[in-house]
């Protein structure tokens, strides 16, 4: 009977060993920068962003939080930056268009009460992200799209643009002279002069009393098949927040962020206990799996932000950057990657 106890006891002690090294592998990778700590990371509020021009789109949202204005609130004034920026060419006035020569746009957003809004194929908006803010203010409803967001839009007082810039347009009419369709790696790519077709920017943040909000928005695939929506406006996909765990965030092919539901499911990976930068490599590697062949000639990212204030990043490809914004830093992070 004694050897029986002690072969017992062994054993529930060999489990509990076992638990707590997966508790800890979870949450084995760190935050970037490397120095930064658990401790250190409780400042709030921060915000981060999808690739480098959200370092621009940071410092509009960094001015809400600054006054200890509310998450939702630094989201929205934040992606409105990239959206009037006609130099933009992946995001609201200047976006290219479709493969008819529609300019279409997509984007959520979303509080930390589980409220939120969205609006997709929505054209002559600048601001769509702020139609997504009123889908979730004033509605019923979580998306419109096409004539009924456009229809929503006028009725609340925005105006009808014209979206397509010379630029846009004249890289459109180089495309119909050979319609290649073929999404690229890195599509945000920074060199002056390059040809990409896509991309988005995504923004999360924590406010001073640590709340939570998350936007996204977009133009979507460039030369894209008419009525084409990508994870963007997809809460779940490129968009989720959940006040009690944190926030997460996608761009890339969008198709590919919505077969696994990836915003989400790297926030559920968060609660779990992984770190940001771990549940993002988990939902990445999820694609690869998914899609061995195709997943090494396609990006996708993602970015989280968990209630500790930590984040972290992880894509498909080398190229993958992100913005961070707080009381201790104002940086651009190049994203590990898989490949």
Known sequence: MSDRRKFVKQTLLSSAALLSGSALSA?????????????????????????????????????????DGRAVDAVEAGVRIPEADPGNQSVGYGGRPDRDGHVTLDACIMDDKYRCGS?????????????????????????????????????????????????SEEEWKEWLLEHKYKPQKNIENRMPGSKHDHDTIGMVAMDNHGNMGGACTTSGMAFKLRGRVGDSPIIGAGLYVDNEVGCATSSGVGEEVIRIVGAHLVVELMRMGYHPEAACRKAVERIAKRNPAGAKDLQVGFLALNKHGEYGAYALQEGFSYAVRSDKEENIYEAKHLF
């Open 27 to 67: 949450r084995s990778t760190s935050a970037r920068p490397e120095e930064v700590t658990y401790e250190t990371v409780r400042n709030k509020p921060i915000v981060i962003s999808t690739w480098d021009f959200g370092k621009e789109a940071n410092a509009g949202a960094w001015a809400v939080l600054q006054q």
């Open 119 to 167: 609006v997709a194929c929505l054209e002559h908006i600048k601001h769509p992200i702020s139609v997504a803010r009123l889908v979730m203010e004033k509605t019923p409803h979580v998306m419109l799209v096409g004539e009924g967001a456009l229809q929503f839009a006028l009725e609340n007082g925005f105006k009808k643009e014209k979206l397509l810039t010379a630029k």
